[in-house]
């Protein structure tokens, strides 16, 4: 039973490069989210979808670029990394209908050098 | 907007002593509260949660936290904890519809022996 599944788990980039996150889940759940975990500060939302086809901005969503193209993926682009970017990125998902909690990856730890 | 305060970055005890993890939450017409563990290296799980009903509520490994409006509280309780207990809390919100969730900093317990 996979869960949520986040590819890759560690990535060095360099200032200015390019990288897609993947996100995947298998409970067919409606509502994914990606959040970024920095020291002192907890998760902070990126941005989210509610459904295929739809995505939103959280409350830090410069910089960052999403799609969810088919139900069960998430992607979280980077289009210019900045060291700024440097953090550990979770990906959630959760029903829409019958319960709030949400279901985390195991997170990619990604350093912009 | 709804914010939440974990007043305690860390918090060590030793092993069979009680801990309490502090919340507070931004005051709201209605709330879901929750607690989310992260064990090292992982990502977050659902410990507990308040919807409605009783203040109280527990989970299966021992914590429990209580619900108290007047306070806009939410403290994590364990009356005796365990080396595998050490792991960050972190105390979130449902913030804004589609079960986005706001956290808090976080608290890092750590058990010793």
């Known amino acids: 039973n996979a869960g949520v599944t986040q590819t890759p788990k560690f990535r060095v980039l360099k200032t200015g490069q390019s990288m897609t996150l993947l996100c995947a889940q298998d409970?067919?759940?409606?509502?994914m989210y990606w959040y970024r975990q920095d020291p002192g500060m907890g998760l902070r939302l990126i941005h989210y979808?509610?459904?295929?086809?739809?995505?939103a901005k959280g409350e830090v969503p410069d910089g960052y670029n999403v799609s969810r193209l088919k139900k069960q993926n998430f992607l979280l682009g980077l289009e210019s990394a900045a060291p700024s970017q440097t953090s550990v990125y979770f990906c959630?998902?959760?029903?829409?209908?019958?319960?709030?909690?949400?279901?985390f990856g195991q997170g990619t730890r990604l350093t912009v050098v | 907007a709804q914010s939440v305060t974990q007043l305690d970055s860390q918090v060590p005890v030793f092993e069979e002593a009680p801990v309490e993890l502090r919340c507070n939450y931004s005051?709201?017409?209605?709330?879901?509260l929750f607690w989310y563990v992260q064990y090292p290296n992982q990502g977050l799980q659902l410990l507990l949660k308040?919807?409605?009903?009783?203040?109280l509520v527990e989970s299966i490994n021992g914590f429990e936290a209580e619900f108290n409006k007047s306070q806009t509280s939410f403290h994590l309780r364990k009356p005796s904890v365990h080396i595998s207990d050490t792991a960050e809390y972190f105390c979130?919100?449902?913030?804004?519809?589609?079960?986005?969730?706001?956290f808090g900093a976080g608290t890092r317990l750590a058990v010793h022996p």
């Open positions: 959630a998902s959760g029903p829409e209908m019958g319960s709030t909690e949400a279901f």
């Open positions: 409970m067919n759940h409606e509502y």
């Open positions: 979808s509610v459904g295929e086809g739809t995505t």
């Open positions: 005051s709201s017409v209605s709330v879901y």
């Open positions: 308040y919807l409605s009903g009783s203040t």
């Open positions: 979130a919100v449902i913030s804004g519809g589609y079960n986005k969730l706001i």
